[in-house]
């Protein structure tokens, strides 16, 4: 049997490597889920401290890249890790900022309500939310600019107030890395100024934040880095070198056919 | 449908002759038949020379609950073509007792049975002959509410409990969206009871409605109802409106068909199983109610506990997910509470209207508060109130089902929230409405006062001297907006009682210092939003005037602030408008 | 078991007949409107309605009492106003109920489960309590109420002939509301699929929707006395439900919710008298004979939808496992033939040939037990051909497979290469893993898309397309 274990291995493998230090390293995911876009074979290391964009068309697979990454939709295949261990491990040092629509806002609870939910998972099971946890909350949502929206129901919010609710439930859970699905989206021009500062103030302190953004207008303007998709990565890197007329045509021009059907197909057999 | 003329038709005839009290009764705690095995075969046989209600037919003494047995019976009786004669062994096989004869009119056609029978069963109580002399409602009512019985106090004690039980879980239930999965588990508790009962007969004989026992088949089934929907939902393309009611029929019919076999176990005395369909509060005993406080007890403290995770799941699954809480688990918590409250709850209730307890107390609580604590809170307030007035009333009044009324205090209750409830309420909500159409037209006015003097003047921004000597009369202000005079009247005299404007004469009117103020205030914000639009939303300048209207009223200070500063202009200033006649246009472009 | 199944229906008469005939009739009447109420997703609302009905029922018979005791009516008159009142009592309270829940979710900014549940409790409630209260004016039985038993309710016959009443009643409620669904089919379909598209159509959306609540009210009023108004739900969303599993065709699926209907109903009854006795003579219970075939009909009918869950022939659970496990075996054996293939183009001067434990080594992520399987499948189907000592060599059958399936790998490299972003050596995993997914037509596309490349990204040669198969 010389000859067999002597079989050449396709030589079209290659090894696994992670940078320890980046904030969110995703390796050669690939995301086919039941109606939702396809993502291929994305790579990406985020870098540290720094305001990312992801920015791409509708059925981009923007939010979809963001899910996988907290497990809340399956893998094909790929790893994600976060400050080089996978996501479970690593849960306390991500915050997530989903989109404004996924809840229903006339649920039963206070603007500090709400934002003491980031705490839960630090106060553990069973434990309530004492005074303690309060002002941490009340702190939170101070930074937003909403101090005096605390004890408002959350349905007599306006919509850019409750995205900053939401944004105030990340800031509380003081994690280093953010995750943020179409903050800016449909916010008025106060809550956008104070979303940003949220962000440069992250920044600053030395966070990374992952933002889907819509606005190809203020990209440049909010953003360090981008990171532009179409059903695959087009391109990543610093807004300055990455965010150009060829990307953006490149990225918006178009969703390619063939990476649509057999992403379906694969889809299909997934189930 | 000829049954239910039979049901119209036994009004009279066969029924009053119990009335006159030609009926001996061997036994009373059993309850009144129909005679109509031999008839139906007669009928259907055809050998019956009318078709009608013969004089002097036996009359059968049967337990209520084996009245489906009966039916069955009778097609049996049928098809073997049994005689007559025959008939009085079956009877004694089966334990009933030939009790009367009935001597109702001739010539009344019965055409059906089932229906005959169940006539004469559900009239009968009120009838009958040896019925004691009820005390006066007051003193009755002074005797439930005074607990002087032991098992008014157990009753009422179990049933309150249950009804607090209820509507705790069912708040979170509700918040989950899922409330009417409490029905899928209420009918799917059926086919448990008739399986604990046959399992326990066929392990031992004579244990068979150890209340326990019936409770744990009850909640394995009830469990194994609401496991079938998720599971419909999860493998199929059901929806899972159609899997919830598919779900309840199956399981609900399945135990229909067990509970007429479960009549026909020899030796098996399955009366009383019944109780669990319509509740029967009266057959609690202290040992039952023992046992529900316990579960009580064991399904609050978890609640409570658990307080800030089942609010944290209702109220966003997904980031809960993504924080690492266990969805799944918290979801099977919730269900297996749900069906726990919803088993217990059986006895009160009963099984078809027990999901109005988990729906009922928090839908009203939600009128009533804001804040999902107050909510759990004023939930088991609302159930326990209805369950408490509920077994009241039906201790009061024998024959009312303690189920129905339980179900109907709810109701009550939730109508009273629905229009006064404090903060979700239909008068309160009409009143805030009413506040804002008030404000709305206030401004309204005011900024139609203005634009007309800024009209007339010629001048860019009018000096509040001005405003406040020029007198408008209602033909002015009509022409500014398409109102009717009628409505510009009542929002001037608002305005005059809140002292913005005064009366100068006969609908000629004048703002006051205060209300030209005002009027300045409004203008400009009216304007701010304006330039706002035109400027960042691409907004054509002619369509800017109605969007206005709409959205200054929503205007928060901290946008006008805003909106000031991005337009440059300074604080007390009223910026022209883009498009009125008014001098100083400078519409952007 | 089967014997005895028939000399147990062996025993039909001319009363079975007429008991089955009422329930098939019965079920095919409710599944007209409750597949309308499923594709609607409204299906609860028919458990509101047939909850609902229970006091409607009982307020017609408190007014045919009323309007007999004030003597407006001859007694040979009350059976056709009992009719009257009872159908149009239907139709107030289907449509009242609706309009009630919608009204209290609008009022009280609800849920529409929760409105639902409010508003059909306490109206079943208020019935049970009006048939205690009213006991003396309506004899109406809770027990019959809530499980109906329709074996006495067959023995009605309509006056003056020997066909029984609930056939003539429920046959009558059926033909009318196969002639709605027939008349009205365009309406009712655009209505449900897109009611706002409706509304702008000029179809009144809303209009349909009470109508449809006041047929189906009509519908559970008819066969509350066979089935009793729990059971009722069942036979108007199971056969519906059924009928989505086993076909996507609007039309198809009204047929075969009728006929499922319709053969749970007849299957139910003989049910009734076979398996009970079956089952419980096996347990030592002689005296069991018969259950109530209401019930039954309700099992039978949730049985027959868990056969169409695992046995749909293109979404059931089975053809889902089995194309699942077909797939796996097909990516395997593809697997197998492309790493023959390309050891093959590496050693082109040695006859080729791999052994099966070595395959299972090299492709790791693939159970032994699938790669076994897939092996021998590809023996069978001439692919592959085994050597002595274990070992596998391509046929030319196979070499042409391997070759199109290389074909895709690498075309879809050359496509990855071109649109990502990507180093070289990332490609291959995914187009490991999607080659199974693209065939010729994709193919073809592909290289015609890339103007037909000659090598891959890592310089290996593009496998030209297969003359034929």
């Known amino acids: 049997m010389t000859e067999s274990t002597a079989l050449p291995v396709p030589a079209e493998t290659h090894a696994v490597e992670h940078p320890l230090s980046s904030p969110l390293s995703i390796h050669d995911m690939t995301v086919a889920y039941h109606r939702r876009p396809v993502i291929w074979d994305v790579d990406y290391d985020a870098p540290t401290g720094q305001l990312i964009a992801i920015v791409g068309p509708n059925g981009a697979g923007k939010s979809t890249l963001i899910k996988a990454v907290l497990d809340l939709v399956p893998k094909v295949s790929g790893e994600v890790r976060v400050f080089g261990l996978p996501y479970a491990k690593q849960r306390s040092r991500v915050a997530y900022v989903p989109q404004r629509t996924s809840v229903d806002w006339d649920f039963p609870v206070s603007a500090q309500?709400?934002?003491?939910?980031?705490?839960?998972?630090?106060?553990?099971?069973?434990?309530?939310?004492?005074?303690?946890?309060?002002?941490?909350?009340?702190?939170?949502?101070?930074?937003?600019?909403?101090?005096?929206?605390?004890?408002?129901?959350?349905?007599?919010?306006?919509?850019?107030?409750?995205?900053?609710?939401?944004?105030?439930?990340?800031?509380?859970?003081?994690?280093?890395?953010?995750?943020?699905?179409?903050?800016?989206?449909?916010?008025?021009?106060?809550?956008?100024?104070?979303?940003?500062?949220?962000?440069?103030?992250?920044?600053?302190?030395?966070?990374?934040?992952?933002?889907?953004?819509?606005?190809?207008?203020?990209?440049?303007?909010?953003?360090?880095?981008?990171?532009l998709l179409n059903m695959r990565l087009i391109a990543a890197g610093p807004t300055t070198e990455v965010f150009t007329d060829e990307n953006l045509r490149r990225t918006y021009g178009g969703r390619l056919a063939l990476l649509d059907q057999v992403g379906t197909r694969l889809a299909e057999g997934q189930r | 449908m000829s049954a239910m003329l039979a049901m119209a038709m036994c009004v009279g005839g066969g029924l009053e002759a119990f009335g006159k009290g030609s009926l001996q009764i061997a036994n009373c705690k059993l309850q009144i038949v129909d005679c109509a095995i031999p008839l139906v075969r007669e009928l259907c046989l055809g050998t019956h020379p009318q078709g009608t209600h013969p004089r002097g037919t036996s009359l059968l003494c049967v337990p209520s609950c084996e009245l489906p047995v009966l039916a069955a019976e009778s097609v049996w009786l049928v098809k073997q073509g049994i005689s007559k004669d025959a008939f009085p062994n079956r009877v004694r096989e089966r334990g009933w007792s030939r009790v009367a004869v009935c001597t109702g009119r001739p010539q009344r056609p019965i055409r059906n049975l089932q229906f005959a029978i169940c006539s004469l069963q559900s009239s009968f109580p009120d009838r009958m002959p040896f019925a004691q002399p009820s005390p006066p409602i007051f003193s009755r009512l002074l005797r439930v509410l005074s607990l002087r019985d032991y098992n008014t106090r157990v009753v009422l004690l179990g049933t309150t409990l249950l009804g607090i039980t209820a509507g705790v879980v069912g708040t979170f239930m509700l918040l989950r969206k899922r409330a009417l999965v409490g029905d899928v588990v209420g009918h799917s508790a059926l086919p448990g009871i008739a399986v604990a009962f046959l399992v326990m007969e066929g392990v031992s004989p004579g244990t068979g409605k150890s209340l326990p026992g019936l409770l744990t088949g009850a909640f394995v089934f009830g469990l194994a109802g609401a496991v079938s929907v998720m599971l419909i939902g999860r493998y199929s393309r059901i929806k899972p409106d159609a899997a919830m009611a598919m779900t309840l029929s199956v399981f609900y019919g399945l135990g229909a068909a067990l509970f007429t076999i479960v009549q026909k176990v020899p030796g098996g005395n399955a009366a009383g199983l019944k109780t669990f369909l319509n509740g029967k509060t009266a057959s609690l005993t202290a040992d039952d109610v023992w046992l529900f406080a316990s579960v009580a007890a064991v399904v609050l403290t978890l609640t409570m506990l658990l307080l800030k995770e089942l609010t944290l799941l209702c109220f966003d699954d997904q980031f809960a997910a993504a924080e690492g809480w266990p969805v799944f688990g918290l979801d099977t918590l919730l269900i297996g509470l749900v069906v726990t409250v919803t088993i217990i709850g059986l006895q009160s209730v009963g099984l078809i209207l027990v999901v109005a307890t988990l729906i009922i107390p928090p839908a009203s609580a939600r009128f009533w508060t804001d804040d999902i604590r107050w909510m759990t809170l004023g939930a088991g307030l609302v159930g326990g109130l209805s369950s408490f007035g509920g077994t009241v009333m039906s201790a009061l009044f024998p024959h009312v089902a303690a189920g129905a009324v339980i179900v109907l205090t709810g109701a009550c209750l939730f109508t009273v929230s629905l229009c006064f409830g404090a903060q979700q309420g239909v008068a309160i909500h009409w009143l805030r409405q009413r506040k804002l159409r008030r404000d709305v037209g206030r401004v309204d006015l005011l900024r139609a006062m203005f634009e007309l003097l800024e009209h007339q003047t010629r001048e860019a921004v009018p000096t509040l001297e001005q405003i406040v000597v020029r007198e408008f009369s209602l033909a002015d202000l009509l022409p500014m907006r398409s109102w009717e005079p009628g409505a510009v009247r009542g929002l001037l005299s608002i305005a005059a009682r809140d002292g913005l404007v005064r009366a100068a004469g006969h609908d000629v009117w004048q703002l006051t210092p205060s209300g030209a103020e005002e009027a300045r205030r409004v203008v400009r914000n009216h304007r701010l939003w304006e330039m706002y639009l035109t400027q960042y939303a691409h907004i054509a300048p002619s369509h800017v005037d109605r969007d206005a209207d709409l959205i200054e009223h929503v205007l928060d200070p901290d946008l006008i602030a805003e909106l000031s500063r991005q337009l440059e202009h300074a604080e007390d200033d009223v910026p022209a408008s883009s498009h009125t006649t008014g001098g100083g246009s400078q519409a952007p472009d | 078991m089967l014997h005895e199944f028939i000399q147990l229906l062996s025993g039909w008469t001319s009363l079975d007949t007429a008991i089955a005939a009422s329930a098939a009739l019965t079920a095919m009447s409710c599944a007209l409107p409750g597949a309308w109420l499923v594709l609607r997703r409204h299906s609860m609302m028919g458990d509101a309605l047939s909850h609902a009905a229970l006091p409607g029922v009982v307020l017609a018979f408190l007014f045919a009492v009323g309007i007999k005791q004030a003597g407006w009516v001859s007694d040979s008159q009350e059976g056709a106003l009992l009719h009257v009142l009872l159908f149009s009592g239907a139709v107030v309270v289907g449509v009242g109920t609706a309009w009630l829940t919608?009204?209290?979710?609008?009022?009280?900014?609800?849920?529409?489960?929760?409105?639902?549940?409010?508003?059909?409790?306490?109206?079943?409630?208020?019935?049970?309590?009006?048939?205690?209260?009213?006991?003396?004016?309506?004899?109406?039985?809770?027990?019959?109420?809530?499980?109906?038993?329709?074996?006495?309710?067959?023995?009605?016959?309509?006056?003056?002939?020997?066909?029984?009443?609930?056939?003539?009643?429920?046959?009558?409620?059926?033909?009318?509301?196969?002639?709605?669904?027939?008349?009205?089919?365009?309406?009712?379909?655009?209505?449900?699929?897109?009611?706002?598209?409706?509304?702008?159509?000029?179809?009144?959306?809303?209009?349909?929707?009470?109508?449809?609540?006041?047929?189906?009210?009509?519908?559970?009023?008819?066969?509350?006395?066979?089935?009793?108004?729990?059971?009722?739900?069942?036979?108007?969303?199971?056969?519906?439900?059924?009928?989505?599993?086993?076909?996507?065709?609007?039309?198809?699926?009204?047929?075969?919710?009728?006929?499922?209907?319709?053969?749970?109903?007849?299957?139910?009854?003989?049910?009734?008298?076979?398996?009970?006795?079956?089952?419980?003579?096996?347990?030592?219970?002689?005296?069991?004979?018969?259950?109530?075939?209401?019930?039954?009909?309700?099992?039978?009918?949730?049985?027959?939808?868990?056969?169409?869950?695992?046995?749909?022939?293109?979404?059931?659970?089975?053809?889902?496992?089995?194309?699942?496990?077909?797939?796996?075996?097909?990516?395997?054996?593809?697997?197998?033939?492309?790493?023959?293939?390309?050891?093959?183009?590496?050693?082109?001067?040695?006859?080729?040939?791999?052994?099966?434990?070595?395959?299972?080594?090299?492709?790791?992520?693939?159970?032994?037990?699938?790669?076994?399987?897939?092996?021998?499948?590809?023996?069978?189907?001439?692919?592959?051909?085994?050597?002595?000592?274990?070992?596998?060599?391509?046929?030319?059958?196979?070499?042409?497979?391997?070759?199109?399936?290389?074909?895709?790998?690498?075309?879809?490299?050359?496509?990855?290469?071109?649109?990502?972003?990507?180093?070289?050596?990332?490609?291959?995993?995914?187009?490991?893993?999607?080659?199974?997914?693209?065939?010729?037509?994709?193919?073809?596309?592909?290289?015609?898309?890339?103007?037909?490349?000659?090598?891959?990204?890592?310089?290996?040669?593009?496998?030209?397309?297969?003359?034929?198969?």
Not at chain 1, 180 to 205: K, N, Y
Not at chain 3, 106 to 121: D, K
């Open chain 1, 113 to 227: 309500d709400v934002v003491a939910m980031g705490l839960y998972r630090r106060l553990g099971w069973c434990r309530p939310v004492t005074k303690k946890w309060r002002k941490k909350a009340r702190e939170a949502l101070d930074r937003v600019g909403l101090a005096d929206f605390a004890r408002r129901q959350i349905s007599q919010l306006s919509g850019g107030q409750q995205q900053r609710v939401f944004l105030a439930r990340a800031l509380v859970q003081e994690a280093d890395l953010y995750l943020m699905d179409e903050p800016f989206a449909g916010v008025d021009a106060a809550t956008e100024r104070a979303i940003l500062h949220v962000l440069q103030d992250l920044r600053s302190t030395g966070k990374t934040a992952l933002v889907v953004h819509h606005d190809l207008q203020t990209v440049s303007d909010y953003f360090d880095h981008v990171l």
């Open chain 3, 102 to 469: 919608e009204w209290v979710q609008r009022l009280g900014r609800m849920e529409s489960g929760a409105s639902l549940g409010v508003v059909f409790t306490s109206v079943f409630a208020l019935g049970l309590l009006l048939i205690r209260l009213k006991a003396d004016d309506v004899h109406i039985d809770v027990s019959c109420v809530l499980f109906g038993i329709i074996e006495t309710a067959a023995l009605d016959m309509v006056p003056g002939t020997s066909v029984p009443e609930p056939v003539l009643v429920n046959g009558v409620i059926f033909a009318v509301n196969l002639l709605l669904v027939v008349l009205f089919y365009k309406e009712l379909k655009i209505a449900a699929f897109d009611p706002a598209l409706a509304t702008s159509l000029g179809i009144p959306a809303r209009g349909i929707h009470y109508g449809l609540m006041a047929v189906t009210a009509l519908t559970v009023v008819a066969a509350f006395t066979t089935v009793g108004s729990i059971l009722v739900i069942g036979l108007l969303i199971i056969p519906a439900a059924t009928a989505l599993l086993l076909s996507e065709r609007l039309k198809a699926v009204l047929l075969l919710s009728v006929l499922i209907a319709g053969a749970s109903a007849v299957l139910g009854h003989a049910f009734t008298l076979t398996l009970p006795r079956m089952i419980f003579s096996r347990l030592g219970y002689d005296s069991i004979e018969d259950a109530g075939t209401a019930g039954m009909m309700s099992v039978t009918a949730g049985g027959l939808f868990v056969a169409a869950l695992f046995l749909a022939p293109k979404h059931g659970i089975i053809a889902r496992l089995v194309h699942r496990l077909r797939l796996g075996m097909n990516i395997a054996g593809d697997d197998v033939l492309g790493l023959l293939y390309r050891f093959e183009e590496r050693t082109a001067t040695r006859p080729p040939a791999v052994s099966v434990p070595d395959l299972a080594a090299k492709q790791n992520g693939i159970s032994r037990w699938l790669m076994s399987l897939s092996v021998r499948r590809l023996l069978r189907g001439g692919f592959v051909i085994r050597q002595a000592s274990d070992e596998l060599r391509l046929t030319d059958r196979g070499r042409a497979s391997a070759k199109s399936l290389v074909r895709a790998h690498r075309l879809w490299e050359a496509y990855m290469a071109r649109h990502f972003d990507l180093p070289d050596d990332h490609l291959h995993e995914t187009a490991d893993r999607v080659e199974h997914f693209i065939d010729e037509g994709i193919q073809d596309r592909l290289q015609a898309e890339l103007d037909t490349p000659a090598k891959d990204p890592h310089g290996k040669i593009i496998p030209e397309k297969p003359a034929s198969r």
